[in-house]
C-alpha cells in the first residue's frame, strides 16, 4: 500500500475524529484513544461516572464506522444465550427462535456495544471472553464469525450493588479501557446545560456522518499499519523495560505514598496487553504520520492500554484507578529511552 | 721591664708600710652599710653566680683603700680547706656626698663546690680598710650564708613529686601532641573537604559538576571516536543521561513542557531541546526522519551541551556560533 493510501485513510480517521468532536464535546482525548483502538482493532471499554456522555460516545464511533451495529443492555438477570438468541411465541402461536444480537448482523456485525457490562453476570462475560479473543461463536450446530466486530463496553465505576467485577482475563480482553471524566472548562460544561442539541441524544448522534471508514476493510489496512510502522532496537528495550515495571516496580525504585510497592503488583501486565500496547502505538505513529514508533506514541496509549490489565493485591483494589495512574506515572518517569 | 720592676718595688715597699701600721677597728658610727643579697638562700649549684652589692656611706675624712679590697679569682679557706667560693667579679663605685662619701661594692661570686645533699656555705666576710689623718681602719664586711644545692637528688626519686618552687613546675613536652593535633587536623579538613565535595553533589564549587558539565566532558572525547555513528549515538544517550539527571525522571518530548516548568532556568534553550529530540528521534527511532541540526551533529550536541551547562550555572547560555 502507498503512502498516499497511507494518508488517505489518515485523513479519514481525522475526519472521524472531528465529526465525533462535534457531537461529544471535551472528550478529544478519548476520542483519539477509540479512534485509535479502532485502527489497532482493539475491544475498548470506557469507565465513567454516571451520565458522562460514555454511551453516546460509544454510539457516535458506531455511526462513523459503518456496518452491523448491536447492542445489549448488561442487566444481573441476562444470560449468556440471550446473546446468541431469543425465543419467542409468534402470531400462530408456535415458539419461534431468533438470532440474539451477537448473531443478527452475521459477519457484517461491526460494532457490539455492551451497555453496563459489569451488570452482567460472570457467564456472560465468560462467553464475551471468546467472542472478544477470537471473534468467533459457536451456535446451533455452526461456528458463526465476526471478523470486523469490535467490542465497546461501558461501566460506572460509581454504582457497586448488583454489578460484577469484570475478571482479569476479561479485561485483559479488551485492548483499552477509558476513563470517560466530566470536561472542567466552563464554556463546554455550560454548553452541556443550556445547548439544546445536547439534550436529544438520538438526534445529536445522527449528526454523525454515517460510514465515514469502510468497516470491512479496517482490518485489512490495520495490517498494513502494523507493517508499515517500525519499532526500532531501542524502542523495542524501551517497551521491554516499560514491562518489567509494570511487573517489579520496586526494581525501577517507584515509590507510592501509602502503598507497599514491594506488595502492591500481583501480576504485571499480560504479554497480551504488552501486544496490544504496541499495536496501539503503532497506529498513533501513523496518525502522527510518523514511520516508526516513538516513546510519545507509547506514552500516548501506555495508560490505556495497561492500567486495567494490572492486577493488584486486594487491599489495593479498592483504590485501583487512583494507584494505577500513579504507577504508570511513575514507570514513565523512571524509564529512561534510550 | 725596668719600670715594671720600679713599680712592683713601689707597691711591695707601701703594703709592708700599711702592715706595719696599727689596725683600728672602724667605728660603727662612722660607717653605715647597706647590703643587697641574692634573692634566695638556697638551690645554688656548681657555676651559680651570686652577687652582693654593699653600699658604704663613711665619714670624712675616712677613704677606703682600695688595695684593701678582695682580688678577683681569690678563694677563701675554712679550717685550710677551700671553701669552692670565688670572687668572680668586683665593680666599685664611689660617690662624693659632702661630709661623708658612699663606696658602692658590686660582689659576684661563683660557686665552685657542690655536694650529693644540700650543705650550707657562706659567701666569706671581707675585711676591708679605710685611712684617715694617716691612721688605718679596718672594717668587717658581714659574710651571707646560704645553701648549696645538690645538682640531682640523692637516691631514688619521683620527679612529678617534687614539687620544688625553684624548677617551677615539669612541663611536658608538647611537640609530639603538637605533631598529632596537626595530623588530625589535616585529617580533619580532608574529611571536611570529602564532606563538603560529597554534600555538594560530588562538585568542588556551587555550580559545578552539574550532569551538563560532565556530559560536555564526555562528548569532547566522544568526539575522538573513529566511528562517527558509534559516538553520535552514545553523545545522544549521554545527552538524554543529563536531561534525565537534572529533572529527576525521564524527559521526553512530550514531557518537555513539564520539564521547562520545574526547570525555567532552561527556558532559553527551549528550542535547542526540541531539535535535539529531533536528532534523537533519528538517531534512535526512525533513521528516515530529518532533524534539524545541520551537517556535523557531533558539533552541535558540543555546543547544545554547553548551552544546557550555562543554563544550570544560572548563566546566560552563549550565542551560536
Same mark, same amino acid.
Request: aromatic share 8%; charged share 25%; with cysteine.
Given at each position: ?194 445547548? $439544546? ?107 490505556? $492500554? ?33 | ?21 696599727? *689596725? ?56 685550710? /680547706?677551700? !671553701? ?16 661623708? !662619701? ?10 665552685? !663546690? ?119 549515538? /552514545? ?7 543529563? *536531561? ?47 532533524? /534539524? ?29
Amino acid at each position: 500500500m502507498s503512502d498516499r493510501q497511507l494518508a488517505d485513510w489518515r485523513e479519514l480517521a481525522q475526519k472521524l475524529e472531528s465529526e465525533i468532536n462535534k457531537v461529544v464535546v471535551g472528550q478529544a482525548s478519548p476520542i483519539r484513544a477509540i479512534t485509535t483502538a479502532i485502527f489497532a482493532r482493539g475491544h475498548v471499554l470506557l469507565e465513567g461516572d454516571v451520565g458522562v456522555g460514555k454511551t453516546t460516545l460509544l454510539r457516535a464511533f458506531t455511526r462513523g464506522i459503518g456496518g452491523g451495529y448491536q447492542r445489549i443492555e448488561g442487566t444481573i438477570d441476562l444470560m449468556p444465550n440471550d446473546l446468541v438468541y431469543h425465543t419467542y411465541l409468534c402470531e400462530d402461536g408456535k415458539p419461534h427462535v431468533s438470532p440474539g444480537p451477537l448473531l443478527m448482523s452475521g459477519e457484517n456485525l461491526a460494532v457490539f456495544f455492551f451497555n453496563e457490562i459489569n451488570r452482567a453476570r460472570p457467564q456472560v462475560h465468560s462467553l464475551l471472553l471468546r467472542v472478544m479473543a477470537e471473534r468467533t461463536l459457536s451456535a446451533f450446530n455452526k461456528e458463526h464469525s465476526f471478523p470486523h466486530m469490535l467490542v465497546f463496553a461501558d461501566r460506572n465505576q460509581v454504582e457497586k450493588e448488583e454489578t460484577f467485577e469484570i475478571p482479569s482475563a476479561a479485561r485483559d480482553r479488551f485492548m483499552m479501557e477509558i476513563p470517560i471524566v466530566v470536561p472542567d472548562d466552563a464554556d463546554i460544561m455550560e454548553s452541556l446545560i443550556f445547548d $439544546t442539541r445536547f439534550h436529544d441524544v438520538d438526534a445529536l448522534v445522527a449528526q454523525v456522518q454515517p460510514d465515514i471508514l469502510h468497516f470491512d476493510r479496517l482490518n485489512a489496512f490495520s495490517a498494513v499499519i502494523q507493517d508499515h510502522v517500525q519499532a526500532s532496537a531501542t524502542l523495542r528495550r524501551y517497551a521491554l523495560d516499560l514491562w518489567r515495571a509494570t511487573k517489579a516496580p520496586a526494581k525501577f525504585g517507584i515509590k507510592i505514598d501509602g502503598v507497599d510497592i514491594n506488595r502492591l503488583v500481583l501480576a504485571g501486565a499480560s504479554p497480551r496487553g504488552m501486544s496490544m500496547m504496541l499495536r496501539a502505538a503503532r497506529v498513533n505513529a501513523w496518525i502522527h504520520g510518523r514511520d516508526a514508533v516513538l516513546p510519545d506514541d507509547v506514552h500516548a496509549v501506555f495508560h490505556e $492500554t495497561t492500567a486495567h490489565r494490572l492486577v493488584f493485591s486486594p487491599v489495593y483494589e479498592m483504590r485501583r484507578t487512583e494507584i494505577a495512574r500513579e504507577l504508570l506515572n511513575q514507570i514513565i518517569q523512571a524509564v529512561a529511552a534510550p | 721591664m725596668t719600670v715594671l720592676l720600679a713599680a712592683a718595688g713601689l707597691l711591695l715597699s707601701t703594703s709592708l708600710a700599711v702592715a706595719e701600721q696599727t *689596725l683600728y677597728e672602724m667605728k660603727e658610727a662612722n660607717v653605715k652599710i647597706t647590703t643587697v643579697e641574692p634573692e634566695r638562700d638556697v638551690g645554688y649549684t656548681v657555676g651559680d653566680i651570686l652577687q652582693r652589692t654593699i653600699v658604704l656611706e663613711v665619714k670624712k675624712p675616712y677613704t677606703l683603700l682600695e688595695t684593701s679590697l678582695p682580688i678577683v679569682g681569690y678563694e677563701h679557706r675554712w679550717k685550710g /680547706q677551700p !671553701t669552692g667560693i670565688e670572687l668572680h667579679k668586683i665593680e666599685t663605685e664611689q660617690n662624693d656626698l659632702g661630709d661623708s !662619701t658612699t663606696y658602692m661594692l658590686r660582689l659576684d661570686y661563683q660557686v665552685f !663546690t657542690n655536694n650529693i645533699v644540700a650543705k650550707p656555705a657562706i659567701l666569706p666576710a671581707e675585711f676591708i680598710k679605710f685611712k684617715a689623718d694617716g691612721k688605718f681602719y679596718q672594717y668587717r664586711i658581714p659574710s651571707w650564708g646560704f645553701r648549696i644545692s645538690p645538682i640531682a637528688t640523692f637516691g631514688a626519686a619521683k620527679i612529678e613529686l617534687d614539687m620544688s618552687p625553684f624548677r617551677g613546675p615539669l612541663l611536658l613536652d608538647p611537640n609530639p601532641e603538637k605533631k598529632r593535633l596537626k595530623v588530625l587536623i589535616g585529617v580533619f579538613a580532608v574529611a571536611l573537604l570529602g564532606l563538603l565535595y560529597i554534600l555538594g553533589s560530588r562538585a568542588w564549587l556551587p555550580r559545578m559538576g552539574g550532569p551538563f558539565a560532565s556530559a560536555c566532558r564526555d562528548i569532547n572525547k566522544l568526539r575522538k571516536l573513529p566511528a562517527a555513528d558509534v559516538a553520535l549515538q /552514545q553523545a545522544v544517550a549521554r545527552v538524554h543521561q543529563s *536531561l534525565n539527571a537534572t529533572a529527576g525522571s525521564s524527559v521526553f518530548s512530550d514531557s518537555l513542557d513539564s520539564f521547562l516548568q520545574k526547570k525555567p532556568k532552561f527556558a532559553p534553550v527551549k528550542t535547542d531541546i526540541e531539535q535535539f529530540f529531533g536528532l534523537s528521534r533519528q538517531v534512535f527511532f526512525e533513521p528516515q526522519a530529518a532533524h /534539524q541540526v545541520g551537517d556535523s551533529p557531533l558539533n552541535w550536541l558540543r555546543d547544545f551541551c554547553r548551552r544546557c551547562r550555562d543554563c544550570e550555572r544560572g548563566l546566560t547560555p552563549e550565542e551560536r556560533v
